[in-house]
């Protein structure tokens, strides 16, 4: 049985490193029995008790240093990507860029904002964010890239509950989803990535209340 367990962790974290989804039982690390996966609990506590994420402090690409806060008012949606990566950060972006286009009335009523942060400050610069943002969209309208100092990747990570991990090839693995972030700077909620019909019809009941 010990043996059989061992296989089921080895099995699970190498789902994680090439999907970036964490798996495990239910009763050894989630809270209770409410919940099946450590990204499903991740989901639950931030639906649960919002955090508060305005204080947090990126560089952006267009608009320099801001915090979350600079923000209140908008729903900001958010992810988490590195440039070099070619498997889920490029799927990411072309999630934003289909968010881009969907939502377009809200961006322009800046009543949205997209959000790209990257966890790989010390090889992410402007040049490299600019050219992610560029292999998906033309126009960069309400499309926020960005990078924390090193020093507050940490906070930022441990607020929005992702998990980074260095794999074998240089790169990372880490969760993956659209994290919402409500007018009042709190995460609200976190969805698949690919749930953008979820993301849209947040936004725009909100934007219609």
């Known amino acids: ?57 990126v560089q952006t690409l267009d608009q320099g240093e801001r915090t979350l806060g600079d923000f209140r008012g908008q729903w900001i949606l958010v992810n988490f990507i590195y440039t070099r990566c070619e498997t889920l950060c490029v799927s990411m972006g072309s999630v934003f860029a289909r968010l881009q286009q969907r939502l377009t009335s809200e961006i322009a009523a800046q009543k949205l904002g997209l959000l790209s942060v990257s966890f790989d400050p010390e ?27 090193p020093e507050d990747l940490p906070e930022w990570l441990d607020r929005f509950g992702v998990v980074v991990i260095p794999d074998e090839w240089g790169g990372f693995a880490h969760n993956a989803a659209i994290h919402v972030v409500a007018p009042d700077g709190r995460l609200r909620a976190i969805l698949d990535p690919e749930d953008i019909e979820s993301a849209v019809g947040m936004v725009q009941r909100a934007a219609n209340e």
């Open 123 to 149: 090889h992410d610069g402007p040049m490299q964010l600019a050219a992610y943002r560029a292999r998906h969209v033309k126009s960069a309208s309400g499309w926020i890239l960005g990078r924390p100092a």
């Open 1 to 57: 049985m010990t043996k059989m367990r061992a296989d089921i962790a080895a099995t699970a974290m190498a789902f994680f490193v090439s999907l970036c989804v964490v798996v495990t039982t239910a009763s050894a690390v989630t809270n209770g029995f409410q919940a099946f996966t450590l990204e499903s609990a991740r989901r639950q506590e931030a639906m649960r008790n919002p955090r508060d994420v305005a204080p947090l402090r």
